[in-house]
């Protein structure tokens, strides 16, 4: 059995998985191995479930306002850890410190949001919808629930579900992308230190036989899932097939649509830091720029040469702008897409493929990549590539563009650079996806609005944050009251 493995956190200790195989999880700068992960199986989710589901029957009836208590307490230790926390989020995945500080922003205001269930979980009620008879809608929690998590965000995705979870009586069950382990551990160690009873939250190691697993077991009652869209479908349909409740977040390939009226140089620096930014992975990236009319020539040339100009190293680096990306194969796979970009009639505007890192010779860099001139129609404009490859097209009108657009399978985001309202009011109104931004480059709602996605990016109803959360994170029961007594028989 490895001695450095990740191990579980299960009933409030940590343990070995039954796990027998390993995947190495690597520095995606160095390519030097971090920590080994095992591969959890069926009897390491149930170890994870029945811990939850034993605690769900007292953590269900501890009142609203003392379950926030350790939430305050976990907001104190991650401002507290919140640098540490930022590094191991970079060691691991890469993007520069200052995205990892970002994202643990983003980690820590949904526990803040989460601290006002006491009010947003409230439910309502009618007195006397009959003579003598009141009607009340209260909300309750469901069980255990399952999340499941991708790679590009170790911390601030399990935050988007967790928090919300636990705080309305649930319990929970959290993966972790295999690849980055480790800033959940050390969130995991933070939570021990809340006063959190055990087997409220567990954290369970492994890949897609952990997952289905988490899944399939009777007492997961519901499932979120944030990932690439072939698993988002898939762990959509198991876990409806099971009668589970699931918020299943798929990829994207969002587009952003250039005018000529636009600031040029204030939405050409927010679309590169939108398409290189974390390294192109994230699913909010600008992927595909869609120029309209006069703004072709100077955009390209603009975007030209904030790519070229972006410093790309070890995320460690404070002067660094771009990290890598999470793997060799990763990397082997974006510079496919661009060479296939290239083979359906592209430009190679700047080729990041083949690059010197000083000191990141066994890192997996690709510098930002621009390709020109992409034919809409092509596979280049409608695949998530999900790296630094930034692709233009044009449109004569932008309604056009628009089509363009909803033609697409995803529909996570779109964006608009324009000074004209009417030009912005029409693309808001009319564009088929759940993330809109307008001059904005990544859409990202804060956690007092849902994380929104429409077509292949989303699988379910209810999306993490906000008041959805609440609503995904409780059942509704609705109560018919009358009391006889003999004073309402006076009357
Ligand atoms: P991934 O789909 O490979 O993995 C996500 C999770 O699913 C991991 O925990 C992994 O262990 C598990 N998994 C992988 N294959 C599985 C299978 N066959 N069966 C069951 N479980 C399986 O995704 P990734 O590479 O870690 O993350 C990148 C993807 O996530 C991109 O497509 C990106 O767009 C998407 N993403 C979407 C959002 C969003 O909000 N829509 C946010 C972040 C990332």
Redesign the pocket.
């Known amino acids: 059995m490895p001695t450095d493995q990740v191990r579980n956190y299960v009933a409030g200790s940590w343990v070995e998985a039954r796990a027998s195989e390993f995947t190495d999880v690597l520095n995606p700068a160095t390519g030097e191995r971090l920590t080994l992960v095992p591969m959890g199986k069926a009897l390491d989710a149930g170890a994870a479930v029945e811990a939850a589901s034993r605690a769900f029957s007292t953590w269900r009836r501890v009142p609203a306002n003392d379950r926030i208590q350790p939430l305050f307490k976990l907001k104190a230790l991650l401002e507290e850890h919140f640098e540490e926390l930022a590094r191991t989020i970079t060691l691991e995945c890469g993007k520069t410190l200052s995205e990892s500080r970002g994202e643990m922003r983003r980690a820590v205001e949904n526990v803040e949001m989460a601290c006002g269930i006491p009010i947003l979980m409230q439910g309502y009620n009618s007195e006397d919808i009959a003579s003598g008879i009141d009607e009340m809608m209260i909300r309750q929690p469901l069980g255990v629930a399952a999340v ?6 170790p911390a601030m ?1 399990p935050f988007w579900f967790f928090p919300y979870a636990i705080a309305c009586g649930n319990t929970c069950v959290i ?5 980055v382990p480790l800033t959940m551990r050390r969130v995991m160690e933070l939570v021990a230190g809340t006063g959190l009873p055990k087997g409220v939250l567990n954290l369970v190691n492994g ?2 036989d952990l ?2 697993a988490l899944i399939d077991h009777p007492s997961v009652r519901s499932v979120s899932f ?4 072939a ?1 988002a479908r ?2 959509y349909a198991r876990a409806a097939a099971a009668g589970k409740r699931a918020q299943c ?4 390939k969002n587009a952003v649509v250039i005018l000529d009226d636009c600031d040029l140089a204030m939405s050409t620096r927010i679309i590169a830091d939108s398409a290189f930014g974390c390294a192109g992975q994230r ?1 909010l990236a600008a992927s595909i720029g869609v120029t309209v009319g006069r703004a072709k020539q100077p955009f390209a040339e603009a975007i030209g040469e904030a790519a070229a100009r972006r410093v790309t190293g070890n995320g460690m680096d404070e002067q660094v702008e771009m990290g890598p990306v999470i793997s060799s194969q990763s990397r082997a796979r974006i510079e496919e897409w661009i060479g296939r970009g290239v083979a359906e009639g592209a430009s190679l505007l700047v080729d990041g493929r083949n690059p010197s890192i000083p000191g990141g010779e066994q890192g997996y860099f690709i510098r930002p990549t621009v390709l020109a001139g992409v034919d809409p129609g092509g596979e280049v404009a409608g695949t ?1 590539i ?1 790296g630094p490859v930034f692709s233009l097209t044009h449109a004569e009108t932008l309604e056009e563009a628009i089509a363009l657009i909803n033609s697409g399978r995803y529909g ?1 985001m779109a964006c608009l650079f324009t000074s004209s309202g009417a030009a912005a009011r029409e693309f808001r109104s009319r564009v088929e996806v759940g993330n809109v931004g307008i001059n904005v480059g990544v859409a990202a709602p804060i956690a007092s609005f849902p ?1 929104s ?1 429409w077509k292949e ?2 699988f379910g109803d209810l999306h993490g944050q906000g008041r959805d959360a609440v609503e995904f994170f409780t059942q509704q029961k609705v109560v018919v009251e009358r009391w006889p007594s003999a004073w309402s028989r006076k009357f």
């Open positions: 499941i998590a991708p790679f590009n965000f995705i993966k972790p992308s295999e690849r890949g897609r997952v289905d944030v990932g690439s869209t698993v898939h762990v977040q798929g990829g994207a699913c998530e999900f996570n994380f996605g990016s989303f």
